[in-house]
């Protein structure tokens, strides 16, 4: 588990699926994707028949500073678990791949039929690295891929440094949020309930080698996530505009055809009535002391404040 966020939002997480549903279905093991031989020896004693593959480095901005934890992580990590999922012959292979390979693509929707030779950031051309690889190991071992292409994933329980939870808390407590741009900016939001389905289908749906998108496939932006997030928080934001930022697209938004055609994978959450669900799982799980304990904004936004993330990777198998 990396520091990227406070490891005490994920270690809660995984608490509440293990008291959901029971240690008889819920094992957890704590390494690093990277250690081959810890990773061996768990697909020696799990036998998987299917690997969902979801672990990773995240992060546009923090990977511009900081590139080799991405290399390491997203990479490395994903080749550590291609090579084992071939050698205890997995039958689908399924892994999250992000719609920031898509760069500064000008389509009004982007299609995984998309060149996507021009990665912006570091991270976005570790995911596009690792679409490079699944497919290598498809073509050479007949191992059954599939490539997901997330488009801003939010909800309940989400990441803290991503913006839709950010400008909850901070709007809720009435400190400032940043904008970045003129507010027009604008990104397919996609609410977590309608990624998960999409994550089902393609594990339930065996592909010899494909990329979908997943996403909502309609953009909103920024002024109009802002103004969402006032109605529901029912509070004013205090808003600093700032400069672009370097890696960041101007604008996301997915086609799904692909997706609906083979996945039957339809979005079903507007953004609204996301942002509602959310404001509402934020009231009920924090108080304002609790959030700033855990979730001080200025040491969650944007890698600020963050523990340095060039550690000593040997000591995360543990």
């Known amino acids: 588990m990396n520091d990227y966020y406070d490891v005490r939002i994920k270690e809660s997480n995984l608490a509440l699926l293990r008291r959901k549903y029971g240690d008889e279905r819920v094992s957890v093991i704590v390494g690093d994707i990277c250690d081959a031989e810890l990773m061996e020896q768990v697909f020696e004693f799990m036998r998987p028949e299917w690997v969902c593959h979801m672990a990773a480095r995240a992060g546009v901005r923090p990977s511009i500073n900081d590139p080799f934890i991405y290399i390491q992580a997203n990479i490395k990590g994903t080749t550590t678990l291609l090579e084992l999922s ?26 995984e039929e998309e060149s996507v030779d021009h990665p912006v950031s570091p991270y976005a051309a570790s995911k596009k690295a690792c679409e490079l690889l699944a497919y290598t190991y498809h073509h050479l071992y007949k191992l059954n891929i599939s490539a997901l292409r997330f488009f801003t994933v939010y909800g309940p329980r989400g990441r803290p440094d ?33 990624i998960v389905d999409g994550i089902v289908r393609a594990i339930d749906r065996p592909h010899r080698y494909e990329i979908f998108n997943l996403g909502k496939g309609s953009g909103t932006s ?40 083979m996945l039957g994978y339809n979005s079903k959450v507007t953004f609204d009535e996301g942002i509602r669900r959310t404001v509402e799982w934020y009231k009920d799980t924090y108080n304002e002391q609790e959030m ?17 993330s060039l550690v000593d990777l040997t000591g995360i198998a543990t």
């Open 162 to 194: 991503m913006a839709p939870f950010k400008f909850i808390d901070r709007v809720s407590r009435g400190v400032e949020i940043q904008q970045f741009g003129d507010g027009s900016s604008s990104r397919d939001y996609t609410y977590i309930s309608d």
């Open 222 to 261: 920024l002024k109009e996530f802002i103004d969402l997030v006032q109605k529901h928080t029912g509070k004013e934001a205090k808003i600093r505009v700032m400069p672009d930022q370097p890696g960041d697209v101007p604008y996301t938004c997915a086609d799904v055809e692909k997706a609906s055609r």
């Open 292 to 308: 700033d304990k855990m979730n001080c904004p200025e040491r969650q936004a944007n890698g600020l404040g963050r523990a340095p």
């Open 86 to 111: 071939h050698k205890y012959g997995v039958k689908n292979f399924v892994f999250a791949s992000s719609s920031s390979v898509y760069g500064g693509s000008k389509s009004t929707y982007f299609s």
